[in-house]
């Protein structure tokens, strides 16, 4: 194969891995997984996501439920996205202080890929334990969803009967792009949603 052909194959694998990230990451999937195995694979990568894309286009997975939280106590019922960025600190600390008294059920939930195996569930789990650790008085519930940040929040929030949506406008990585979701979330969601940034976070 010439030079010529070996820059065009590689540029064609390199798109393919480009789309893949980008149509995959937008449903929910790990967007730089399918980048990686897009350039390696190149069309044979297509078949697998398209398989993937049929396994997993169901609605949104039931959350798994870390725990439950304590009973409400306000009539504001607030569902946090939380992630482990300062912007999602501070959406949370936002929530509770704005609140206050009328602060009722609090849920803290984290959105993982679906291609995240056990391994991603025990460490949002993880680190939402961590985050509940440091509200006490406050007992959140705590959840981890598979899909896309932006539209897993949303069904959860209505299907769980919250009344608020609270998330930092900065997220964490490619990995939990809550920065993007935020944007989504602001210009989609049918609930109120309380974005803060990480320059509004306590201290």
Known sequence: MSATGVVVVAA?????????SLVL???GHDGYSWFVLGVILGPLAVVFAVEAWRH??????????????GRDRGTVNVLVGFDGSTGSRAALAAA????????GRLTLATVIPYEGGREGERDAVAALDEQ????????????????????ALAAEALEGGYGLLAIGTKGAGHA????????????????????????????
Not at 56 to 69: C, F, N, Q, S, T
Not at 96 to 103: S, T, V
Not at 176 to 186: C, I, Y
């Open 12 to 20: 064609v694998w390199f798109a393919i891995g480009l789309v893949l």
């Open 25 to 27: 990451g937008r449903r």
């Open 56 to 69: 997993y286009e169901r609605p949104v997975h039931r959350p798994l439920v870390a725990a439950d939280g």
């Open 96 to 103: 509770i202080e704005l609140l206050g008294a009328r602060l």
């Open 132 to 151: 509940a650790e440091c509200l006490t008085p406050v007992v959140p519930g705590l959840k981890v969803i598979r899909g896309h940040p932006a539209k």
């Open 176 to 203: 939990h792009p809550f920065g993007s979701a935020a944007t989504e979330l602001a210009r989609t969601s049918k609930l109120p949603v309380l974005l803060a940034g990480a320059a509004d976070s306590p201290g």
